[in-house]
């Protein structure tokens, strides 16, 4: 059974740093690309960004507004995705979802974490 | 970047219905598009890739439609059970995006 379950999530202070992981079971997670999607509450879907794999040199992109301050990274030997994220904003609050990259050819989720930013 | 511009934003139809929802592209993006429906408090998940493929074990009254610039998802006869909010997802080239979701309810 596939699962991608996300851990780390919590509050933060504005300016503040949290880091998220997602771990992976079920799929070979060192053959996929893996992107977080967030959701502000009562807000649409919002892509953060992606990795590829290590054969694609771990290649990394992001959104405009979280660009050199989230950064996503991989350890294929823990099958773990990584999301560390520093000078939060308020505007970062919300539900990070771990997902497949739509180019890996297949779509699995994971349940979310909720990030709180907040003095 | 490539902008997603979904329509209508809410749609309230009767069990029985033909639904239809657009996502127009800002750029070419061939048929890189999924479509995801989202009920309260779940993950996305996934109905429509690569624009028009109906994804495994999905109810065939889903279809998806288009390339290009301009997609239409299609639900052929609404159920109950459909009451949710779909969204659209570019991925043709980052960074990525969505449409801005269409909330479903039953008349």
């Known amino acids: 059974e596939v699962q991608l379950v996300e851990s780390g999530g919590g509050l933060a202070k504005p300016g503040g740093s949290l880091r998220l992981s997602c771990g992976a079971s079920g799929f070979t997670f060192s053959n996929a690309w893996m992107t977080w999607v967030r959701q502000a509450p009562g807000k649409g879907l919002e892509w953060v960004g992606r990795i590829k794999t290590n054969s694609f040199g771990g290649r990394t992109d992001y959104a405009a507004p979280v660009k050199g301050r989230l950064t996503i990274s991989r350890d294929d030997s823990k099958n773990t995705l990584y999301l560390q994220m520093k000078s939060l904003k308020t505007e970062d609050t919300g539900v990070y979802y771990c997902?497949?990259?739509?180019?890996?050819?297949?779509?699995?989720w994971g349940q979310g974490a909720l990030v709180t930013v907040s003095s | 970047d490539i902008q997603m511009t979904q329509s209508p934003s809410s749609l309230s139809a009767s069990v029985g219905d033909r639904v239809t929802i657009t996502c127009q592209a800002s750029h070419d993006i061939n048929k890189s598009l999924n479509w995801y429906q989202q009920k309260s408090g779940k993950a996305p998940k996934l109905l429509i890739y690569e624009a028009a493929n109906l994804e495994p074990g999905v109810p065939s009254r889903f279809s998806g439609s288009g390339s290009g610039t301009h997609f239409t998802f299609t639900i052929s006869s609404l159920q109950p059970e459909d009451v949710a909010t779909y969204y659209c997802?570019?991925?043709?080239?980052?960074?990525?995006?969505f449409g801005q979701g269409t909330k479903l309810e039953i008349k």
């Open positions: 997802h570019q991925y043709d080239y980052p960074p990525y995006s």
């Open positions: 997902t497949t990259d739509p180019s890996s050819g297949f779509d699995y």
